[in-house]
């Protein structure tokens, strides 16, 4: 279970054993040392990907049952979310220069200036990351590590879905691609899920706003199609999206609410479902995660003696 750390390790005492090899791998060692901090807090990561206003930041907060991200807001800044159980709710802010700031009330209001675009254009606030915690998350373990990014397909906003699918997805043990459940964007996700897949990393996709589907009404009124049998077909037609990347039932897709959750009605909102999906994931792909991890180290060195 230790061999990914004990690969790294290995690797980073040869790269800075001399002075001049140290400055030519300056960035790979850098790279390793990044994968060593995430790997040694014992934490799954779950990559929260998502296409722009797809409920994403409700989601998380429905999630950690409290409002920590601002939603309903214009695309987030060049910088990445780390949502996960903890003591107290408290939010720590880490700058590109290692200052590290600590905020222990009105954190929604503080993500606000860090998280929008419109407050911190462009990441010039050069936030590394930030790390947010709450006492009483859905998933009842400290070890899940939900981390949120930059949407996707945010108009005029390429550097974000670069920062997403670049350089933050192969940091990932496994993505939760969130989307609109009547969003009809499949060329789109289409694309993006198959980034996921060659990027080796198991997924859950949910379809998020299944309170926002009406029923089907016909001229006198009488209901033609129930809100049920209009979120079957789709959650049908994603399936097969979703079958066309990964291969049959390889990856689950689930509907929730957010809002409903949001609204303290859980039991409708599909999200002890959507948690139970993740945790099982999770310990059923244990060892390929951890081979994954040892996969991210050999295909650095590849990429360094090439």
């Known amino acids: 279970a230790m061999n990914h750390i004990h690969a790294a390790e290995k690797v980073l005492e040869i790269?800075?054993?001399?002075?001049?090899?140290?400055?030519?791998f300056a960035c790979e060692i850098h790279w390793l040392q990044e994968r060593l901090q995430i790997w040694r807090s014992?934490?799954?990561?779950?990559?929260?990907?998502?296409?722009?206003?797809?409920?994403?930041?409700?989601?998380?907060?429905a999630l950690l049952r409290k409002q920590l991200l601002p939603a309903r807001v214009g695309p987030s800044s060049n910088t990445l979310i780390i949502c996960t159980g903890g003591p107290v709710e408290r939010a720590e802010i880490h700058y590109q220069d290692g200052k590290v700031e600590t905020i222990n009330s009105e954190i929604e209001a503080r993500m606000r200036e860090l998280g929008d675009e419109a407050n911190n254009p462009g990441n010039h606030l050069q936030i590394r990351e930030i790390y947010l915690s709450a006492p009483e998350t859905m998933f009842r373990r400290n070890d899940v590590h939900l981390v949120d990014t930059p949407g996707l397909d945010a108009h005029g906003l390429v550097e974000h879905e670069k920062l997403t699918l670049d350089l933050f997805l192969p940091t990932v043990d496994?993505?939760?691609?969130?989307?609109?459940?009547?969003?009809?964007?499949?060329?789109?996700?289409?694309?993006?899920?198959?980034?996921?897949?060659?990027a080796g990393k198991p997924c859950v996709f949910v379809q998020?706003?299944?309170?926002?589907?009406?029923?089907?009404?016909?001229h006198d009124g009488v209901v033609i199609e129930d809100t049920d049998r209009i979120a079957q077909k789709h959650r049908i037609r994603v399936r097969a999206l979703v079958d066309g990347v990964f291969g049959a039932n390889r990856a689950p897709v689930l509907q929730v609410s957010a809002k409903l959750a949001r609204n303290g009605e859980p039991g409708s909102s599909g999200l002890r479902e959507l948690v139970e999906a993740l945790t099982s994931r999770i310990e059923t792909l244990r060892p390929r995660l951890e081979t994954g991890r040892l996969h991210q180290v050999s295909r650095e060195i590849q990429r360094m003696t090439a």
């Open 42 to 61: 014992r934490g799954w990561r779950i990559g929260v990907i998502g296409i722009t206003s797809s409920g994403k930041s409700t989601l998380l907060n």
């Open 174 to 198: 496994l993505v939760l691609f969130v989307s609109d459940t009547k969003a009809n964007g499949e060329g789109k996700s289409k694309e993006y899920l198959e980034r996921v897949s060659a």
């Open 15 to 24: 790269l800075q054993s001399a002075e001049r090899t140290a400055a030519h």
């Open 208 to 218: 998020n706003k299944l309170d926002a589907i009406r029923p089907k009404l016909g």
